[in-house]
């Protein structure tokens, strides 16, 4: 799906690097003919696209990064998650790092959590209880309030992770 999606988005440029709304390609992937200056409606998909790589939140299960490729560094802010969650996380060398979930309305937050082992803290610091289904992990939230989840180990401090425009060139 990543190759996919850099693909489209490669050939939705200028010459110059700039950003399209239109693919400029005559023939485009898998043979598909393309009209050149035209907007198409699939377009506007591409950042769809690109979220659904970084996460993803059907049947109130939030999951990170569950189709980009684990070697590529990548990190997203403020994602939508169903429930009423805003979602931030990294992923760098193939371990996703501390978790931001903001929850908008209050309620309970399931996370598809990536590490064993994970505790979720409240804007102070403080341990928030957790039960632990499966893969998922379950905590209640309040309206307004900022979670972090995390596994020790991760460098909070990394500044490896790039930006996604860098990662799609």
Known sequence: AYEMVRHAVTACRYPTGTPAMFNN???????????????QVEDFCMPLAICELLLQSYGEV??????????????????????GFL???????GRIGPTSIRSTVGGPCR???PW?????????????PCIRDGDDLRFDTLPGQVY???????DTH????????????
């Not at 939030?62 to 429930?83: H, N, Y």
């Not at 979602?87 to 060398?93: E, K, N, P």
Request: aromatic share 8%.
């Open 25 to 39: 390609m005559e023939t485009g992937m898998h043979g598909l003919q393309m009209y050149p200056y035209g907007l």
């Open 62 to 83: 939030i999951r990170l990064f569950p189709a980009w490729p684990r070697d590529k560094a990548a990190r997203f802010t403020s994602l939508r998650a169903e429930g």
């Open 87 to 93: 979602v931030s996380s990294r992923i760098d060398q």
């Open 111 to 113: 996370l598809r959590a």
């Open 116 to 128: 064993p082992q994970a505790r979720v803290t409240d804007p102070l610091g403080a341990a928030v």
């Open 148 to 154: 972090t989840v995390r596994l020790g180990g991760f």
């Open 158 to 169: 990394s500044n490896q992770a790039r930006d996604l425009p860098e990662l799609l060139q």
